[in-house]
């Protein structure tokens, strides 16, 4: 429902501009497209700004893809000097990835299909969701217990669960290229397509933490693990995740001009 919203308030802004302008080069027509690509799944409503430039503004949004596994559970609050048990719980992680944007295209010539890209997506800052789905038998998650991902202890909440992030910027800024027109000129219907970056900044990864006054989420930094402790694994991920500042974009697009 909220995505069908954002995509209304897109066309809502565009649709009187190209009312009040059918004899210039100003918003003097609307589109709408679809696209699927890395970004996920977009709906965009698109109008020209002149004669060289198109701006477009939509959303898009990624299925929400699940996957989990069996974690091993840690015994104490003392993350540091705890211990394993043999008992292991279900965890799963979940993508979250839905966006607004608003680009514009601009082209060389009037006649170019070639364009170049800059604008931005904006959306949640949670990139990736992870928790366990259920408590062990012996309750130990509930007394100050955590989860075991490569190695790294993840501590549970006083019911029991323990929440894993990886945040980016809810802002992102996109530079790119492209094929094609969102608001086709001479046809009722084109294809384009486009190639780029989101810089979504350094991405982070959070686990619970105890202290509210902070949100009760805390950053889990690689340089505090040991890399020749048990949780080397969970400590070159994090790094990895950390060192992925821009995220690229590559998309097809059917595009219908509606006047």
Request: glycine content about 10%; overall charge neutral; charged content about 20%.
């Amino acid at each position: 429902m909220k995505k069908l919203s954002m995509l209304a308030l897109s066309l809502a802004l565009m649709l009187p501009l190209g009312v009040k302008a059918q004899d210039s080069e100003l918003f003097n027509h609307v589109s709408l497209g679809v696209s699927l690509g890395t970004d996920g799944i977009g709906f965009e409503a698109a109008a020209p700004i002149g004669r060289y430039v198109q701006a477009r503004t939509g959303i898009n949004f990624m299925p929400s893809f699940k996957y989990s596994d069996d974690v091993k559970i840690y015994t104490t609050t003392d993350l540091n000097t705890g211990s394993e048990v043999d008992e292991k719980v279900n965890a799963e992680g979940k993508l979250n990835m839905v966006d607004w944007k608003l680009l514009f295209d601009f082209y060389p010539s009037t006649k170019s299909s070639f364009h170049f890209t800059a604008g931005f997506y904006l959306g949640k800052e949670t990139l990736v969701k992870g928790k366990n789905t259920e408590v062990d038998s012996e309750g130990l998650l509930l007394n100050g217990g955590a989860i075991l991902i490569g190695g790294q202890p993840f501590g549970a909440n006083n019911v029991g669960t323990a929440n894993i992030e990886v945040r980016v910027n809810s802002f992102k800024p996109y530079l790119g290229i492209g094929f094609g027109r969102a608001v086709p000129r001479n046809h009722r219907f084109a294809v384009s397509c486009d190639l780029g970056v989101q810089f979504w900044g350094k991405p982070k990864v959070y686990s619970w933490d105890d202290d509210i006054l902070h949100g009760g989420m805390k950053e889990v930094n690689y340089k505090d693990i040991d890399e020749d402790s048990s949780a080397s694994d969970a400590r070159d991920a994090i790094k990895v995740i950390n060192s992925i500042s821009v995220y690229p974009v590559l998309n097809i697009r059917i595009n219908g001009r509606i006047f």
